[in-house]
């Protein structure tokens, strides 16, 4: 049975008996003006097989890699060899004085045990003054460092930048615990050198394997309680001992290899021209555009083809790669070739952070820290973050607690940023997050795991973030914001209360790894959200509305200019309306097997106001 009326706002309705009572809003999609096309289009993009050249490209989605927990260095009575460092003999002060010698003889103890074989090192207990301009450095193999809850505080000081501890190459199974890690944010001299001295750390992770940071608290620093990097190294000798090769358009030309590693004409691809020694690059490498903000400005698929040789230039393995992940060079394999799925490489970046005409990629090997376990910490009352997570592979980061970092912009308890595209295989479950401006924003990165978390206030996807899980987290205040390019991402079985929405395509950005001629459009699918709970959720709005199997209590959806997609499949609504800002174009709107009522008309100029 079907009952067409017509509404005092313009619009039909089709209610259908069905399953459950449904309501449909079946309208036509006028054409966009050029200016507002979407590379987004609906039609194209709800099937789940829209994948391939109409959506820039080949496209591959790697299954999350996760670490292997717990470490080996969670069980302590395996490490027998204990070390207490001998404050006398080193100079080391645990009253909270001597900065200077105290550093250097924390280092020189350090250096001691390692020497001695130890693999169980204690601090006794007591607060230890760290230089800002000497760190204690953790360059340890197969060791637990028990600070025995000892402190250490850094030193009063002027300077932009510092780190209380840094972890480095070298460092291997090793294990941080038990202590506090202590800035100088409230006697910090802000005045004296200009700048926003916002880049003091407690943690700084700047490279290692198979670590382990539990029961620390990192607090009061000027900057971040921990952060994290790309590169794995300190200084510029040590970046450009990692970055095997620099490749220049020059060095490319039209065309493509046979499955057996010969050249082969193709209008399609581009090609290197002559092959690229990797016997030098450890085994492994990356390939990408190492420099700006990352991104694809110039190769822009994320897919890549690289053809392997021996010494005298026999084939020996083609492998399709993806840029900025590890590439496992075969055995022996001396030389590579490069295919890129594009007929064309423009002296043009396709976005910002590219420098024209100059490079276009590097093979490099970088070696940022690497199957990292971090739990059962606290981040608290840092000036800037809880957590700076700048690069890094594999963590598990779980069960720990940001609170109060705020004090400088951006004032959030975790921000996953400068690293872009080398942040890969992150696990983020079971944090709690209290009395930060906001909790968490994910500007970048690709295959990412979020389980399990307590947000109290801001939640933020960025369009760059690519294949992630966002699942069984709860939301319960500030704004959440779901924003994408590739549309590649798994969202459900979440909760939201006391908050507001916004799921967005991003029409600008275009740092996405989809390949695209000037002004083609190409098709992604859109964000799909399935078995969510959204309870006084003041106001949805953006490109999509797409939910499934979802309840809905007191939530409002407005559809405005940008909203593309209204679609609702097996979904309860209770005291949810949909609205209509002033003059948005016609929508096709669809519900199907939903329980309850969805009301309907005009957005309210209170409404439109809401936070």
Not at 28 to 48: G, I, V, Y
Not at 138 to 166: C, E, F, P, R, S
Not at 411 to 421: C, L, P, R, T
Request: aromatic fraction near 10%; charged fraction near 25%; proline fraction near 4%.
């Amino acid at each position: 049975m079907k009952i067409r009326t017509e509404c005092g706002f313009g619009r039909k309705i089709v209610c259908q008996a069905i399953l459950f009572p449904a309501i449909a809003f079946a309208m036509h999609q006028p054409a966009l003006d050029a200016a507002e096309k979407f590379d987004w289009m609906p039609a194209e993009s709800l099937s789940d097989n829209a994948r391939g050249e109409d959506i820039g490209g080949e496209q591959i989605f790697p299954e999350i890699t996760v670490t292997k927990t717990p470490k080996a260095t969670a069980d302590i009575s395996k490490f027998t060899r204990e070390y207490v460092i001998d404050l006398k003999k080193f100079g080391i002060s645990n009253e909270c004085k001597n900065a200077v010698e105290t550093s250097k003889g924390i280092n020189q103890a350090l250096q001691d045990a390692k020497t001695a074989g130890a693999n169980r090192i204690v601090f006794p207990k007591g607060t230890y003054l760290i230089s800002e301009t000497d760190p204690v450095v953790l360059d340890h193999k197969d060791t637990i460092i028990d600070l025995n809850g000892a402190t250490l505080q850094i030193n009063t000081n002027g300077l932009q930048k510092y780190a209380v501890v840094q972890i480095v190459q070298g460092a291997e199974n090793l294990r941080l615990t038990n202590g506090t890690i202590r800035g100088d944010k409230d006697t910090h001299d802000y005045k004296t050198e200009k700048g926003t001295h916002e880049w003091g750390a407690g943690i700084s992770f700047i490279s290692g394997r198979n670590l382990e940071v539990d029961h620390i608290l990192s607090c009061n620093m000027t900057g971040d309680g921990v952060s994290s990097g790309t590169s794995g190294t300190r200084t510029r000798a040590e970046l450009l001992a990692t970055i095997f090769h620099t490749i220049h358009a020059r060095a490319m030309e039209q065309g493509a290899f046979s499955e057996k590693g010969d050249k082969v004409d193709s209008k399609e691809k581009m090609r290197s021209i002559k092959p690229y020694d990797v016997t030098k690059c450890g085994g492994e490498f990356e390939f990408g555009y190492m420099g700006g903000y990352l991104g694809y400005p110039f190769i822009k698929g994320r897919v890549y083809q690289a053809y392997f040789y021996g010494p005298d230039m026999k084939f020996v393995e083609k492998k399709k790669c993806l840029q900025y992940r590890k590439v496992q060079i075969p055995e022996g394999a001396n030389f590579l070739n490069l295919e890129f799925n594009q007929p064309e490489i423009s002296d043009e970046p396709a976005h910002a952070g590219a420098a024209k005409g100059e490079w276009i990629g590097r093979i490099n090997n970088f070696k940022p820290s690497t199957d990292v376990h971090f739990h059962h910490n606290q981040m608290s009352q840092n000036r800037r973050l809880g957590m700076a997570f700048c690069g890094g592979q594999k963590w598990v980061i779980e069960d720990n607690l940001f609170d109060s970092n705020k004090g400088t912009s951006p004032g959030y308890g975790v921000d996953f940023e400068d690293g872009w595209e080398l942040m890969q295989d992150i696990v983020f479950r079971n944090n709690k997050f209290k009395g930060n401006p906001g909790d968490l924003v994910v500007c970048a990165g690709s295959e990412l795991l979020f389980e399990g978390n307590e947000f109290e206030k801001n939640m933020v996807f960025h369009a760059r973030a690519h294949n992630y899980t966002f699942r069984k987290n709860k939301v319960t205040g500030g704004i959440v914001a779901y924003t994408t390019r590739t549309g590649v991402a798994k969202i459900h079985d979440n909760s939201y209360e006391n908050c507001t929405m916004s799921i967005n395509f991003d029409t600008k950005a275009v740092a996405d790894g989809l390949i695209r001629k000037p002004g083609q459009s190409v098709s992604t699918p859109p964000l799909k959200l399935e078995n969510e709970t959204l309870l006084n959720v003041k106001k949805v709005t953006g490109t999509y509305f797409n939910f499934f199997n979802s309840k809905m209590t007191n939530v409002h959806f407005i559809a405005d200019k940008e909203t593309r997609l209204i679609n609702f499949k097996d979904c309860e609504f209770i005291g949810t309306s949909l609205q209509y800002a002033k003059d948005v174009p016609e929508l096709a709107v669809k519900t199907e097997n939903c329980k309850g009522r969805l009301e309907s008309g005009p957005v309210s100029e209170a409404r439109k106001k809401a936070p």
